[in-house]
Every structure is written in C-alpha cells, then in structure tokens.
C-alpha cells in the first residue's frame, strides 16, 4: 500500500476530502516556495549567532542551586540577544509561560503613578488581569499603574489621533501586540510596527515600546527589535523553543530594561546572577536552531488551512491570499458545534492523545469557556499542532502550529473530515 490516497484512506481521510485539499494544495506552490525562503534566512540568522557566541558542547552542561556562572544560561542569552539585534537577554525556565513573560517586562519597567498604553486596542485576554482591566490580585492597577487604550480604526489602521492624545506626562510604557491572539484584526506586520514606534517616540523619546512577539518570532526577516522596539518579549512553547524547549520565555531588548526584568524575575540585587538552567537548556539551544524551519512548517499550514476553509465558504483571516505575519489561521465557523467539532478533527489528527475527545471549560485567565484541541508533546505547546476557541461569538477557531507540514496539512484534512462527518459541511 504505497499510495497516499489509500494511506490517508486508513487515516479516516475520504476520497472527496483528499481530491478537495489537494485541489487546494496545488495552488500554493509559489507561497510555499517563499516561505522557504525566509525560513533559510532566518536559519543563517540563527546559525550566525550561534558561531559568534561560540555555542559549545559545555553550553548544554547543567547547573543546579544558584546557578552561578552557567555558561550556558548565559550564552544562550547572548545567543538571543544576537539574533533579535538586542544589547541583552533573559531566556528563563524560570520564566513559566508568555503571560508570565509579559507580566515580569511590564510590573519590573512600570513604577507607581507611571501609565501604560496600548496603542492598538485590547491586549491578549490573559492581559487583562495583568494590566488589571478585570481586577485580578496583583495586577498593575492594585501598584497604582494606570492604563489606557486606543483602539485600531475600524479599517484596521492606527488611531494617530487618539494615540496622540493618549500620550502624556505619565506614560512610561507602550505595549504592542504583534499578533492578532483571539481577535479577527489584523496581525501587524514588523513594518507597519515600526511605524507605530516611531510615530511615539517622535512624540515622547524616553517611552519605552515593548512588543508582545507571542506567535511572530521568524515569519518575517526582521523582529520588531529591529525596527525600535526596547523589548520583545515571547513564549518558548511557541515559535522560538521549535517544539522542543519544555518550558520558558524570553524578553530581549535594552540593557536596563533586561536588568529591570531580571531584578524583577529572580530578586533585587541578584538580577540574571542567579536561576539554575536545570536539564533543560539543551533543548532551549536546539529547539531555536529548529525553530525557523519549524515556524515555516507552521506557516504553509496556516495558509493551506486558510485556502482549504475559505474554499468551503467560511471566513479566515488571514485570507488565503494574504501576507503573514504570524502563524494564527483564524476561522470563524459560526456556532459553537463547528468549533467543537473542528478541534475534535485536530485533536484526532495528532501523535499524542489522538483518542480523547476535547471539551469547553473554563480556563484560568479566560473569560469565557474555551476549548483546546493540543495532542502534544508538550502540554499546551501552540507550536505544535493546535486548535483553540473561545466559545463565544463570532465562534472561530484559531489554529496554530506543525513541527512538519505533513503533520499539519494532516491535521487540517482531519479538521474538514470531522465537520463532514458531524453533518456541518457538504461537499
Ligand atoms: C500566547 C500568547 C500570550 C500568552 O502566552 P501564554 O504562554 O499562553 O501565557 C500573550 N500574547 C499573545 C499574543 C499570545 O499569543
């Protein structure tokens, strides 16, 4: 049986759902070849930075306790810091997840009477109780900071107006969130980011623009570090950790930016001294030299699927036409039984827990019941092959991830496959 029509045949996959992908499929040879491309200059940025910090063999010996002198904690910061073109880095285990990453920039940058702006409307709803835009222990608005926010223009453009107006004596910090998150706006190119920053530093110079790069890192050739943001700030169970790194964030940027957040992560005083890389700092050096060719795997995934949904009738965003800037596929399927029947096809399709059906439930941080499709092997990794909503109108699916495009082109035939067998499609 070497034929891949049989084989996906045994895979659950019916004949008229593989003749429509690979219908759709055959169209995309150019965008692929192009996102090919940019993922082998990424892979020589990343390369590059590896030879001049001198990676070594010693780099993946681990240190417990304190951690004083980890060579290759402290390498693997000079590594990021290479590739994201910033004076320093803090790339922690220690670091539990992009919320915690965000939250460590912003608390340890902000002071008391100081105000944050977000420029580009709400941020990513775990944010929220960060920020403390739904009051939460601990937020920023418990420390007496305060917040505002201009929304995008209903074209999707920057407010200028507004942005100009918001700015004032006690703005201190700027939060730009590259990705749409779960949102149907447009995920901002590092263009037009560059844009934005330097519409705000002409208006205030010692502002400080930090960009939430969750689900951005390698889609383009430059990051927002290169176009004037002080810090970038990520998540290593996205695309920077390529699959492998088990845990961790990342912010790069300024020197006293870094000092700010590793005093605020680790302790006054100790700042990046401290915080043993444990077992895992192998992991966080070969998951970022996989993680251009990963993110590219990701990204032909994103627009098949957008090219495949758009085929049947809904609306994706980014359409199937569209530049990226990120790897999110939104799709918005209209009712709450398309979008659980979508995660059930990508949770079907996957190397881990491919027999368990995934339910809504009320995640930590969420404000409406949201429902994951992640048969991974790392939980809750988004770079691998992902599928989660939040039950609620307009009912889309964000879909995300691929270590290998097979996997991922997989995955989305089992997706169409399971809203055909729960009578939600007709072909
Ligand atoms: C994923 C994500 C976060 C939060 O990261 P977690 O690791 O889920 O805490 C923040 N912002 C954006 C845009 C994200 O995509």
């Known amino acids: 049986m070497k034929d891949l029509r049989e084989l996906y045949k045994t895979m659950e996959i019916d004949e008229d759902v593989y003749s429509y992908c690979m219908d759709r499929l055959r169209g995309l040879k150019e965008r692929f070849d192009a996102i090919d491309e940019n993922a082998e200059y990424n892979q020589l940025k990343v390369l590059k930075a590896f030879r001049e910090c001198r990676v070594s063999e010693a780099c993946f010996t681990t240190s417990s306790g304190y951690g004083y002198n980890d ?41 008391p009477g100081d105000e944050l702006l977000s420029p580009v409307g709400k941020p990513y709803d775990t944010l929220e109780e960060v920020i403390g835009i739904r009051p939460s222990k601990g937020s920023l608005a418990e420390y007496g900071v305060s917040y505002s926010q201009v929304d995008l223009l209903p074209d999707g453009d920057f407010d200028y107006d507004g942005i100009e107006k918001a700015i004032n004596d006690k703005t201190r910090l700027v939060t730009i969130q590259r990705s749409k998150g779960y949102q149907t706006r447009p995920t901002l190119s590092v263009k037009r980011i560059g844009e934005l920053i330097s519409f705000i530093k002409k208006i205030k110079p010692d502002v400080t623009c930090m960009v939430d790069n969750c689900y951005g890192e390698f889609v383009e050739r430059t990051e927002p570090s290169d176009v004037g943001a002080d810090m970038v700030v990520g998540s290593l169970i996205k695309n920077p950790g390529g699959g492998l790194a088990p845990v961790g964030g990342y912010i790069a940027g300024k020197k006293k930016c870094i000092e700010q957040a590793a005093y605020r992560l680790t302790s006054p005083g100790l700042g990046k001294e401290v915080g043993a890389s444990l077992n895992v700092i192998r992991s966080f050096y070969q998951g970022l030299f996989l993680a251009p060719g990963v993110t590219a795997s990701a990204l032909k995934g994103a627009v098949f699927a957008a090219n495949v949904f758009e085929g049947l009738g809904y609306k994706v965003l980014p ?53 994951m499709a992640a048969g991974a092997f790392i939980s809750g990794s988004s770079i691998e092959l992902s599928a989660d909503g939040p039950i609620k109108e307009p009912y889309a699916v964000y879909f995300q991830g691929g270590l290998t495009f097979p996997h991922a082109k997989y995955g989305i035939m089992r997706a169409m496959q399971q809203l055909k067998n729960d009578g939600l499609i007709v072909l």
Not at 101 to 106: R, S, T
């Open 71 to 111: 060579l290759g904690r402290d390498t693997l910061e000079e590594v990021y810091a290479g590739i994201f073109h910033t004076e320093d880095a803090l790339v922690r285990p220690q670091i539990t997840c992009g919320t915690h990453a965000l939250n460590v920039a912003l608390s340890s940058n902000l002071r």
């Open 319 to 371: 359409d199937g036409t569209e530049s990226r800037h990120d790897i999110i596929q939104a799709v918005t399927l209209g009712s709450p039984e398309a979008v659980i029947s979508f995660c059930k096809g990508i949770q079907y399709g996957s190397p881990v827990d491919s027999f368990v059906t995934p339910q809504p439930w009320a995640m930590p941080g969420y404000d409406a019941d949201v429902i």
